[in-house]
């Protein structure tokens, strides 16, 4: 675990930044610490996921997932050494962080390293749990939150959101060697392995991403269902993160889900337009308090 010279606050900035992720649309509306906390959380979610992504040699991957996994103890037990553990190791002094969250983040990126196919759906549930429905936990104890009920959002959220980039990326990951498509709904789709490497959008296929489509969009509309009215305005930036990932939802069904042929990315410029609307929209809210008016959404 190497990296360069600089403050641990810089590198983590410069590690998101360097992303173009679409959470980070949402650090701008934190107060300075918690942005700093996002940072710092989202640095170490790249720090893992690139090793899991760039490391062909799976017992390299394997080895400096190991190392993080020391490191993560590191953090919790007062010796972090990499600037990343640096820095989470000043978050956890401001927000409650449960270790064993991080752990489980690791066991999602030795999935990703294993590169064994997901037999049953609650594979797919447990996975998107591990590396999405995690980080989801961690964020709002950062944003803050009073009711218990928002930890049930955070996590049915990070399925969505865990969905949208699976759909997204499925041509990407099938490069990598990965299909996160169970095996049970693939063969009642009667869809192959080869026939996701080929990219032939068959009416099969259109009915296996139709239905994961709508297992997301589903799972949107139970996030915002079971978001506590009390910690609305604390979540707001899980809000804005989560309008930014259902306008790429939206864009993929408007091509039926042929992300071989088309982009399931939106521009940065739409990214920042449907982060400031969400953003004003919810700050409406705030103000008026008025439910029926400003009922929870995420088209914007």
């Known amino acids: 675990m190497t990296a360069k010279q600089v403050s641990p606050e810089v590198y983590c900035k410069e590690k998101t ?8 649309y949402a650090f701008g509306f934190l107060s300075k610490k918690q942005c700093r906390a996002m940072m710092a959380l989202y640095a170490f979610c790249r720090e893992v996921d690139d090793i899991a992504d760039e490391i062909e040699d799976k017992d390299e991957a394997k080895r ?10 590191n953090v919790f037990h007062d010796k972090p050494k990499h600037p990343v553990g640096h820095e989470l190791y000043w978050a956890r002094t401001y927000f409650s962080w449960d270790e064993e969250l991080f752990y489980e983040m690791l066991d999602g990126m030795l999935t990703d390293i294993s590169g064994k196919a997901f037999i049953k759906e609650s594979d797919l549930n447990l996975y998107c749990y591990r590396v999405a429905g995690v ?7 950062i944003f ?4 218990r009920q928002s930890r049930h959002f955070a996590t049915t959220l990070g399925n969505a959101l865990q969905l949208t980039n699976i759909l997204r990326d499925i041509q990407e990951d ?5 299909i996160y498509l169970p095996q049970t709904e ?6 192959t392995d080869q026939d996701i490497y080929d990219g032939k959008l068959t009416e099969n296929m259109r009915g296996l991403l ?14 915002l269902e079971q978001l506590p009215i ?7 930036p899980a809000i804005i993160m989560a309008a930014i990932y259902y306008a790429q939802l939206k864009r993929m069904k408007s091509f039926h889900y042929d992300i071989w042929k088309h982009s399931g990315r939106i521009a940065s410029w739409q990214k920042i337009r449907i982060a400031w609307k969400a953003w004003r929209y919810e700050k409406k809210y705030e103000k008026s308090l008025n439910l029926e008016k400003y009922p929870l959404q995420l088209d914007f």
């Open 17 to 24: 930044r360097a992303s173009g992720s679409s959470f980070a």
């Open 64 to 73: 400096q997932i190991a190392e993080w996994h020391d490191e993560i103890h």
């Open 135 to 141: 980080v989801g936990l961690l964020s709002i104890e």
């Open 144 to 147: 803050g939150y009073q009711q």
């Open 174 to 178: 099938m490069q990598r060697g990965r």
């Open 186 to 191: 693939r063969i009642r789709f009667k869809i």
């Open 210 to 223: 139709t239905f994961y489509g709508e297992k997301a969009e589903s799972a949107y509309q139970q996030a």
């Open 230 to 236: 009390k910690d609305r305005v604390s979540l707001r």
